[in-house]
């Protein structure tokens, strides 16, 4: 079984720019998660989405921060434009999705996305 | 407001010897906990998971014990190996209110010398 795929690994933008990061979860998984995760912390979720649906987005600065999820499936993440603290390795995450608490928290993780913004 | 908290950043631990990891936790309506391990450059992986319906769940060397009066849970491993260091993450959820939201402490980074 594929795993979470997530690109790009690393990115290195000033500040203001633009920046986009592309996540592709594990078949058949309806949920999908962005968690931030800033350099000796834990991941901070971002935002949930229910196939094509956002479920939490409450975490999410809006004004910067935005993220769509085509037809149920690929997920982006998208900062514009960035700012120093946005420095931090971006989480995508995949569960089931279905009935029962397991098929919702127990999450499968991508590697990440390290962004560094200068 | 940290609702899960790792208070430990590090353990260092023999080879052998057992590996007790802690967590703890403010809010009340958590009744879901999961611990997840996380190598160096990989996203973290699911480990063990618990119910507040239990105290206690078991998958071959890892236990996780839930103390609900204290907000206290931790993380055993016995016996330790080398493969086991890693950063371990504690993770905590609401299950009646918001699926899959799960809230995690700050991580602790568990040595095992050979």
């Known amino acids: 079984e594929a795993g979470v795929a997530q690109s790009p690994r690393y990115k290195i933008i000033e500040k203001r720019q633009s920046v986009a990061f592309w996540c592709n979860p594990i078949?058949?998984?309806?949920?999908l998660y962005w968690y931030q995760q800033i350099l000796g912390q834990g991941p901070k979720l971002l935002i949930q989405?229910?196939?094509?649906?956002?479920?939490?987005d409450s975490q999410l600065p809006k004004d910067r921060f935005s993220a769509e999820r085509l037809k149920g499936v690929d997920s982006t993440l998208k900062i514009q434009p960035a700012k120093l603290e946005d420095s931090a390795v971006y989480l995508c995450a995949s569960s089931l999705g279905g009935r029962g608490v397991s098929s919702y928290n127990e999450q499968f993780f991508g590697p990440g996305t390290r962004l560094t913004v200068l | 407001d940290q609702q899960v908290k790792q208070n430990s950043p590090s353990l260092s631990v023999q080879e052998g010897r057992i590996s007790i990891l802690n967590c703890d936790y403010t809010n009340s309506m958590f009744d879901y906990f999961l611990w997840y391990k996380k190598y160096p450059a990989e996203g973290p992986t699911f480990l063990i998971s618990?119910?507040?319906?239990?105290d206690k769940n078991e998958d071959g060397r890892f236990t996780v014990f839930l103390n609900k009066s204290a907000k206290h849970l931790s993380l055993h491993i016995v016996p330790s190996q080398p493969g086991d260091s890693a950063v371990y993450f504690c993770?905590?959820?609401?299950?009646?209110?918001?699926?899959?939201?799960?809230?995690f402490g700050q991580g602790t980074i568990l040595t095992v010398h050979p």
């Open positions: 618990i119910s507040s319906i239990k």
């Open positions: 989405f229910q196939n094509n649906g956002v479920v939490d």
């Open positions: 078949s058949g998984h309806a949920t």
């Open positions: 993770a905590a959820s609401s299950t009646g209110t918001s699926y899959g939201k799960l809230t």
